[in-house]
């Protein structure tokens, strides 16, 4: 079976002067559709960079970075942007939702920009699959972590993604929001079929995963089911 994510030989360095960093050191990663894969590694070691790398959000030095079949790096800007948006659902440890739109605006818009004719009607939809149906009016301000989340987790899905990359979705929550949030996670992706790549310093929850690769210094240390 073809890849979905495939990292041939990817460098990465990032900062200026003295504060140049060489994050990424000859990366290599095949996984194929469907798989769970949880990225481990002290801090430090290039997790967070790795993800942004294979969502498209950041671009190597070196190397090759294949989604999908698509070589990412003979887009141009604005075609990455909408290959990103329409394959790759990404959430992070501080949420990032957009705090003057409600928590169905921060879903629906990022849809409407893409194209989509009825993105308030998903939006609501992506919004109950989370249990959200009775916060689609508030603000982000208004909402819990583990709520806000979940806004993020709705947003990300939302184009039906082939990936939904996720780095440390639950470093800001309690532990037992944070479950809750991972086990929405988990089911979301196997009820879409996508693949996941989870940034993740929680053993249990990277035992939960189908295979792990384990970042060191930027150089992938070991990657076993
Ligand atoms: P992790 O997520 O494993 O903690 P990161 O990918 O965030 O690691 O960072 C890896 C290394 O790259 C760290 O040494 C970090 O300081 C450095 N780094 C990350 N982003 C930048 C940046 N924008 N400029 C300079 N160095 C950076
Ligand atoms: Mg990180």
Redesign the pocket.
């Known amino acids: 079976m073809q890849p979905v994510i495939e990292l041939a030989d990817v460098d990465l360095t990032l900062g200026e002067g003295a504060a140049r960093v060489h994050v990424l050191k000859g990366v290599s990663l095949s996984i194929a559709p469907g798989e769970t894969v949880s990225l481990l590694g002290p801090?430090g070691s290039g997790?967070?960079?790795l993800?942004m790398t294979l969502a498209g959000l950041e671009r190597p030095d070196a190397g090759v970075v294949r989604i999908d079949g698509r070589d990412l790096g003979v887009l141009s800007e604005d075609e990455l942007a909408r290959f990103r948006g329409a394959k790759i659902g990404v959430v992070f440890?501080s949420f990032q939702l957009i705090p003057t739109m409600t928590a169905l605006e921060n879903v629906a818009v990022p849809l409407e920009l893409a194209g989509k004719g009825d993105a308030f009607a998903i939006a609501e939809a992506e919004l109950a699959a989370v249990g959200l149906s009775h916060r689609l009016s508030h603000y982000p301000t208004q909402l819990s972590g583990g709520e806000q989340q979940r806004v993020a987790l709705a947003r990300a899905l939302a184009p039906d993604p082939l990936i939904l990359a996720a780095?440390?979705p639950t470093g800001n929550l309690d532990s037992e929001t944070g479950a809750s949030v991972i086990d929405l996670i988990f089911a979301q992706q196997k009820r879409r079929g996508a693949t996941l790549v989870l940034?993740t310093h929680d053993p249990g929850l990277a035992a939960r995963c189908g295979r792990r690769v384990r970042l060191r210094s930027g150089r992938i240390e070991s990657d076993s089911a």
């Open positions: 801090s997790k967070s960079t993800l440890q780095d440390e940034v």
